[in-house]
């Protein structure tokens, strides 16, 4: 691992600084959500007085793993002066935004994808990149009001991902975009180009697992010695799979659905069940893609068992971050008892320290892989 250099670049991409000498760096990316970063560095060091919020910071000249200061912090004791900057990743600026729907008589009042019409009642569902994509348009890049502008390039629609659609209404936007990137296995993020300026595109990830021969399989193992250490928790203290959707009506009156998004109705120990405020949308069988079953199936995703595998990956691993693998793609894991798991890169934090450095990887299971994953884990003797 090479310690890289940290630019600093105004909200134009007008490069201001670079810092070469600093106390710690730690950067966290996600592949669907928001990640975070922290500079600590002498105050006094060259190119420090150029960190004030607002502002990008680079890593070397990657736009990828950049980010934006939040909060300052300068302290001072007898060993010196020191300045801590924290932040986010720069999908960060979606947290900016809501989803603020059309005012039509078509849409109910939701922000609806695909977007209803007198002549669309009955909308297709679209690709999971045309979702992220036409969200990221109408709220930050070609906003209806043009106040909510956040200067960046969408780049084309190529129509990738599963199909569905989506609504929402006044929620935060970087939440609707994990969201349907979750459901969608689907990852996206906001990065800076040559430029400086700012872009939005999908991260489909590549397929590096073991089970396929069309590119280089990427294999995490104690035994091989690209990893140092491995960890998997489960954890079921919000999880929740069988959802009583609410819809259209008052009282007695109202719509009410049962809804699931596993194969078949959980029942016994393994059911657990919860009320879902869908507001006024109709049934299903209404003639109309934006239904209460698929709201449903949409809000039920957020209660989801809690699984997560993170390594730390060997300062010597024969697979190199940002060349062999990189953050969304399908790797497999190989533990010393032989099980075999597929797993999503779906956050890399990378750390400098003047004595140590590294790279921390959580691992996710996309959906077609979820159940041979954790069968393989539970098959693993403790």
């Excluded at 690209?226 to 954890?235: N, P, V």
């Excluded at 699931?260 to 016994?268: I, L, R």
Aim: glycine letters at 8%; charged letters at 25%.
């Amino acid at each position: 691992m090479k310690i890289p250099a940290v630019r600093i670049l105004d909200t134009d991409g007008n490069f201001l600084a670079e810092i070469d000498t600093y106390t710690s760096l730690y950067l966290k990316r996600s592949w669907q959500g928001v990640g975070e970063f922290q500079l600590v560095a002498p105050a006094n060091a060259p190119g420090v007085s150029e960190l004030k919020l607002y502002r990008y910071i680079m890593l070397d000249n990657d736009g990828h793993r950049a980010g934006i200061i939040r909060s300052l912090q300068y302290s001072e004791d007898e060993r010196g002066a020191v300045v801590s900057v924290n932040g986010v990743t720069l999908n960060g600026l979606a947290a900016q935004r809501i989803t603020v729907p059309s005012n039509d008589a078509y849409n109910g009042g939701y922000d609806n994808i695909p977007s209803l019409s007198a002549e669309v009642t009955t909308p297709e569902p679209v690709a999971a990149e045309t979702i992220l994509k036409t969200y990221a348009a109408r709220h930050m890049a070609q906003p209806e009001d043009s106040t909510r502008l956040i200067p960046m390039t969408v780049i084309p629609d190529q129509e990738r991902g599963m199909k569905t659609v989506w609504m929402s209404r006044y929620e935060r936007l970087d939440t609707v975009l994990q969201k349907a990137a979750e459901y969608c296995d689907m990852g996206w993020e906001i990065y800076l180009d040559e430029a400086g300026g700012l872009c939005f595109d999908i991260i489909p990830g590549t397929d590096h697992s073991a089970s396929q021969s069309e590119n280089n399989p990427v294999l995490f193992s104690l035994d091989f010695e690209s990893i140092k250490s491995l960890d998997h928790s489960q954890d079921l203290s919000s999880y929740l799979n069988l959802g009583y959707a609410a819809g259209a009506g008052e009282g007695h009156d109202r719509t009410v659905m049962k809804v699931t998004n596993e194969q078949t109705e959980p029942t016994a120990f393994t059911r657990f069940e919860t009320f879902l405020d869908c507001g006024d949308l109709a049934i299903v069988e209404s003639d109309t893609a934006m239904s209460l079953t698929e709201e449903g199936k949409h809000q039920l995703k957020e209660f989801e068992k809690q699984e997560s595998l993170t390594a730390v990956v060997a300062p010597e691993s024969s697979f190199s971050y940002g060349v062999d693998w990189a953050l969304g793609d399908l790797v497999t894991i190989i533990s010393r008892q032989g099980a075999s798991l597929d797993t999503r890169v779906t956050e890399v934090a990378e750390r400098y320290e003047s004595t140590q450095m590294g790279i921390d990887v959580t691992f996710g299971t996309a959906p077609l892989h979820l159940g041979r994953v954790i069968q393989s884990l539970k098959n693993i003797p403790r």
